[in-house]
């Protein structure tokens, strides 16, 4: 083990004033001929079941995650130390920038959506009622009719986590629990001393974080649980903080100058973009974005049908609808837009190392604090985004990139051996295989981690530096 830990190491450091980009496995996904012409969706867009004998594949809806069934217990020589989870939302409606000016099918709310409030540590304040958000519009102001209204009549927000989501989020925690507790001794009750919740600013992860607990620590139910937030000038998981190097980085492999396959991909799905723009009524030539990717479109599509709604047609000409293999190419295409953005492109890797290079020193830390003793904290859980998973796999250099769906997941464990430390990351359940030198990322010396991510980001000072070149 000695002597692969030293091959690992000479090849990380080789170059250390940049990031070293080992390209992903070649696939399907990544294949832009398949993604344009070929067919069926790459995984399943229907329903967040998947079933036990199929547990593992591609769910947009619902992706797989830790869970007692498929979990791989390491051998009894390990101790489990520390686990750090990340994940992205479940599944919500879609953003209101993604849906067309007037839907053709209703989405409704009623009793359901986000709680807002507020308390006092003490007093009157202390016990309050808390207030859910319903969503309406009142005809008698003018400027009701200046935007699209989208999903008449609508309750909900755009975006929220749905009913359906929210139970994903509490079956979610319930198999976090049942692989973890015992193992780490966790109590049913959340215990602020060994265990942190985090979340974005943007609501949706608090809405995650509300059923992903009553999962996770059952006895916690209807209690007011604290959960982290950093602000939003810098909050790194997100990420939201500044980083003008990164962006410059990804807009030029992409819009820019060495963007020529990006902008080919969008070129020869143009009677794609026709078909789909006749039923939504974008404009081609839309400041928007609903031309620069397939972001859009797809939020829109998975989005609906993932809830069981039927593919749109346009409201003007009914006979014009979005068939299931147009709706098929979108997702092949989204897939392939993340595997180029984040894995593909040579300098995908330096903009993830700059875009998510924070988190990824703040994760050293925690797992630093286990070994030196001086952090008490047992479990630590990340609620975020597609844009923080997509980042964190692009700087881990998985082999095989995708768009993460719904609920996508990635697991930290950190393990004891005598006086020595490894570190596993799950994805999906099982150990991430990666294009590095490190290989799959199963029981791999944590000095070696700790290498790969010093050698890629640097010092906080270094990224800080770097990002603002």
């Known amino acids: 083990m000695f002597i692969a830990s030293s091959?690992?190491?000479?090849?990380?450091?080789?170059?250390?004033?940049?990031?070293?980009?080992?390209?992903?496995?070649?696939?399907?996904?990544?294949?832009?001929?398949?993604?344009?012409?070929?067919?069926?969706?790459?995984?399943?867009?229907?329903?967040?079941?998947?079933?036990?004998?199929?547990y593992g594949v591609y769910n947009w809806c619902n992706m797989p995650h830790v869970r007692n069934r498929e979990y791989k217990v390491p051998s009894k020589d390990y101790t489990l130390e520390y686990v750090e989870?990340?994940?992205?939302?479940?599944?919500?409606?879609?953003?209101?920038?993604?849906?067309?000016?007037?839907?053709?099918?209703?989405?409704?709310?009623?009793?359901?959506?986000?709680?807002?409030?507020?308390?006092?540590?003490?007093?009157?304040?202390?016990?309050?009622?808390?207030?859910?958000?319903?969503?309406?519009?009142?005809?008698?102001?003018?400027?009701?009719?200046?935007?699209?209204?989208?999903?008449v009549g609508s309750s909900c927000q755009f975006p929220q986590i749905t009913s359906e989501g929210l139970e994903d989020c509490i079956i979610h925690g319930a198999d976090l629990r049942a692989v973890y507790a015992s193992r780490l001794g966790l109590k049913c009750q959340l215990d602020p001393s060994t265990v942190k919740i985090r979340v974005t600013n943007n609501?949706?992860?608090?809405?995650?974080?509300?059923?992903?607990?009553?999962?996770?620590?059952?006895?916690?139910?209807?209690?007011?649980?604290?959960?982290l937030i950093?602000?939003?000038?810098?909050?790194?998981?997100?990420?939201?903080?500044?980083?003008?190097?990164?962006?410059?980085?990804?807009?030029?492999?992409?819009?820019?100058?060495?963007?020529q396959l990006w902008k080919e991909h969008l070129t020869k799905a143009s009677s794609l973009?026709?078909?789909?723009?006749?039923?939504?009524?974008i404009q081609s030539q839309d400041t928007a974005g609903w031309h620069t990717s397939f972001d859009?479109?797809?939020?829109?599509?998975?989005?609906?049908?993932?809830?069981?709604k039927k593919l749109p047609c346009s409201v003007n000409d009914t006979s014009i609808c979005v068939t299931q293999e147009d709706a098929n190419t979108v997702y092949r295409l989204g897939n392939w837009e993340y595997s180029y953005q984040f894995r593909d492109a040579p300098a995908s890797a330096q903009y993830a190392a700059l875009r998510y290079g924070a988190w990824v020193l703040e994760l050293r830390a925690h797992l630093e604090g286990k070994v030196d003793g001086t952090s008490k904290i047992k479990y630590f859980h990340n609620v975020a985004h597609d844009g923080s998973i997509s980042a964190l796999l692009g700087f881990l250099q998985i082999s095989d990139m995708v768009?993460?769906?719904?609920?996508?997941?990635?697991?930290?464990?950190?393990?004891?051996?005598?006086?020595?430390?490894?570190?596993r990351v799950l994805w999906g359940g099982q150990p991430m295989k990666t294009s590095t030198p490190l290989g799959v990322l199963d029981m791999i010396p944590l000095a070696d981690f700790f290498a790969y991510i010093d050698s890629a980001i640097g010092s906080a000072n270094n990224l800080y530096i770097n990002c603002n070149q």
């Open 7 to 54: 091959l690992v190491l000479v090849a990380i450091t080789v170059v250390s004033a940049d990031v070293v980009h080992y390209p992903p496995t070649a696939s399907k996904t990544n294949d832009l001929t398949f993604a344009l012409g070929g067919s069926g969706a790459p995984g399943i867009f229907s329903s967040s079941t998947t079933p036990d004998k199929d």
């Open 85 to 151: 989870v990340i994940q992205r939302h479940h599944k919500r409606t879609p953003y209101a920038s993604n849906t067309f000016f007037k839907e053709d099918v209703d989405w409704t709310c009623s009793g359901a959506g986000p709680v807002f409030g507020s308390t006092s540590a003490s007093g009157p304040g202390s016990d309050v009622s808390p207030v859910q958000w319903q969503a309406f519009s009142d005809p008698a102001n003018p400027w009701t009719t200046t935007v699209g209204p989208g999903f």
């Open 203 to 227: 609501v949706i992860t608090s809405q995650v974080a509300s059923g992903l607990l009553a999962g996770l620590f059952p006895q916690s139910k209807f209690q007011i649980l604290a959960t």
């Open 230 to 259: 950093q602000p939003s000038t810098f909050d790194s998981l997100e990420p939201t903080y500044s980083c003008s190097a990164a962006s410059r980085i990804r807009n030029d492999y992409t819009t820019g100058s060495s963007g």
């Open 273 to 281: 973009y026709t078909k789909l723009d006749k039923v939504s009524g």
């Open 296 to 308: 859009h479109y797809y939020d829109n599509l998975s989005a609906k049908q993932c809830h069981g």
């Open 403 to 423: 768009w993460p769906g719904m609920g996508s997941e990635v697991s930290f464990e950190l393990y004891s051996q005598k006086s020595n430390y490894f570190i």
